[in-house]
């Protein structure tokens, strides 16, 4: 069974600091992921899918299916980037997208 | 992104009562989508709707629930017996197609059961 694993329920950085989110999925097809992000008292938006390899909001992640990673990544944190981030591993036969536990991130001055 | 709004934001009911969660898709889209979240836990898969029809549920989606799309608008989520557990946020999403295909979510409703 499909699974996604975010090991840090929070991560706290400095503004200005580097910024890794942790994904680890498990699935035995062809993955396809995402990462969704979730500001405070708004919806679950689209951030990233691995398929676009583009760069939003200065956000990065390279699926790694060595490692069956999907580490989101920024190089230097802003406060505007303090979030829920969720990541989702969508399966196209079962159509549906299985999310990770999601990871807090904090970014403080 | 196109929008998806639910209603209500709210909805406190008590154990046992009927509830109709509401989600409107502004633009079309074939595929419609509950999820729901716990406080404190992941988001969850429910259901997948398409063309008038479940198209995959989860475990979690038993008797007690159902949807509809009645007049091709609205995309419903009714639980006929709420129960404790039910409490969650509930969030309706969409997507063009099943494949290669981002879903867009709604604001969510937030679900009280007393």
């Known amino acids: 069974a499909q699974r996604v694993t975010q090991p840090e329920k929070l991560l706290s950085v400095f503004k200005g600091a580097p910024v890794e989110l942790k994904c680890n999925y498990s699935?035995?097809?062809?993955?396809?992921l995402f990462w969704y992000v979730q500001y405070s008292r708004q919806r679950l938006q689209l951030l990233l899918r691995?398929?676009s390899r583009e760069s939003i909001k200065g956000f990065t992640a390279d699926l790694n299916k060595g490692e069956t990673s999907f580490h989101l990544k920024k190089p230097f944190a802003q406060e505007e980037d303090s979030a829920m981030y969720y990541c989702?591993?969508?399966?196209?036969?079962?159509?549906?997208?299985?999310f990770g536990t999601g990871t807090r991130l904090q970014v403080t001055l | 992104e196109p929008e998806v709004t639910q209603t209500p934001s709210h909805q406190v009911t008590q154990m046992g009562q009927e509830v109709i969660l509401r989600c409107v898709p502004i633009?079309?889209?074939?595929?419609f989508y509950w999820y729901r979240q716990i406080l404190g836990q992941k988001v969850e898969f429910l259901v997948s709707?398409?063309?008038?029809?479940?198209?995959?549920k989860s475990e979690i989606f038993d008797d007690q629930f159902s949807v509809e799309r009645p007049d091709g608008s609205n995309f419903t989520l009714k639980i006929r017996s709420t129960k404790l557990e039910d409490s969650a946020m509930y969030f309706c999403?969409?997507?063009?197609?099943?494949?290669?295909?981002?879903?867009?979510f709604g604001n969510g409703t937030r679900l009280t059961v007393t």
């Open positions: 999403a969409i997507s063009r197609d099943s494949y290669n295909s981002p879903l867009h």
């Open positions: 699935y035995s097809g062809s993955p396809e």
């Open positions: 691995h398929i």
């Open positions: 989702a591993l969508f399966t196209g036969t079962a159509s549906k997208l299985t």
């Open positions: 633009s079309n889209h074939l595929y």
């Open positions: 709707f398409y063309n008038n029809e479940i198209s995959e």
